[in-house]
């Protein structure tokens, strides 16, 4: 049977990430990065790291810092699939069928698009080649440096020093179901290549493209599934911003009948609603 260790990036709900992690960690060893800035306190135990490594801030690379940072951890053991969820993802299947989905299965699951295939949707194409082509400051950055010089540079970014690299640019979900080889590629990648990685410093959402990138311009492109196996609804979002849907019991028919195709399903708040995160964990307990 496969042996699959989980990668988790954190930041809230302790209760909702323990209940994850107690779920996982029968059948899977754990990684988990906390943001540096959360109050979440939550120590190593049995077969679970737990890291509070760094501050993670909306939308830059501080991400890809944390999910370069559990790969390195989890790859000094051996494990023949490495899969990355949010401390805000519910198993959707048992630990039995995530273990028997990746049994003798050495397809690389990680969804994406190419930033130059215009779909027809004028606007969502030219938004995802403004990320990857304009500089982007976090707000860390922006709370250091005085805004009218942000706004000139930004001014000069836009029209002079814009980058021209979309072309080779993909983008998707920064989750993702990698074989072993896949990840002992990227690492050993970006140490070879620091330009690649320094590409990345000042790329809004630069998570939801560096994986892609990296890898479908190698021959893994020939292995990759445009598939991250977990059910996320952008379409009817609940919370306000830039998020997807954060599912409440009224979701629960709309998770069931997307169960076949998914492992994992995303987001969900105990703060919200605890009522749907308890109903699905039941199934999970029922299904055993």
């Known amino acids: ?51 509070k490594k760094y501050k993670l801030y909306y939308a830059d690379f501080s991400s890809i810092k944390v999910t370069l940072f559990l790969m390195k951890e989890a790859l000094k053991n051996d494990y023949d699939r490495y899969i990355f969820i949010s401390g805000q993802d519910v198993p959707l299947k048992s630990n039995y ?3 028997k989905f990746f049994d003798g299965n050495n397809n690389e699951y990680l969804d994406y698009a190419k930033i130059k295939d215009n779909d027809g949707n004028i606007y969502s194409h030219q938004f995802f080649v403004d990320r990857v082509e304009n500089y982007y400051f976090s707000d860390i950055v922006r709370k250091l440096i005085n805004k009218r010089i942000l706004d000139i540079f930004a001014l000069l970014t836009k029209n002079i020093f814009r980058y021209k690299f979309a072309n080779g640019i993909y983008y998707g979900s920064q989750w993702w179901n990698l074989t072993k080889n896949a990840a002992e590629y990227i690492i050993n990648y970006i140490k070879l290549n620091p330009k690649f990685v320094r590409r990345f410093y000042f790329t809004i959402f630069a998570d939801e493209s560096f994986f892609q990138s990296l890898l479908l311009n190698t021959d893994f492109q020939n292995k990759i599934i445009s598939d991250k196996l977990r059910y996320i609804n952008w ?21 069931k009948n997307n ?14 609603d605890n009522d749907i995160i308890d109903k699905l964990y039941k199934d999970l307990e029922n299904s055993n």
Request: hydrophobic content about 35%; proline content about 2%; overall charge positive.
């Open 1 to 51: 049977m496969s042996k699959i260790c989980i990668l988790i990036s954190a930041h809230k709900n302790q209760s909702q990430l323990l209940r994850l992690i107690n779920h996982l960690k029968k059948d899977f060893d754990i990684y988990v990065h906390i943001d540096k800035k959360s109050k979440l306190n939550i120590k190593s135990f049995d077969n679970v790291k737990i890291y």
């Open 235 to 255: 379409s009817r979002p609940n919370t306000g911003g830039f998020s997807p849907r954060t599912f409440t019991i009224e979701d629960y028919e709309e998770l």
């Open 97 to 99: 069928d995530i273990i």
């Open 259 to 272: 169960i076949n195709d998914n492992l994992f399903a995303r987001k969900f708040d105990e703060n919200i």
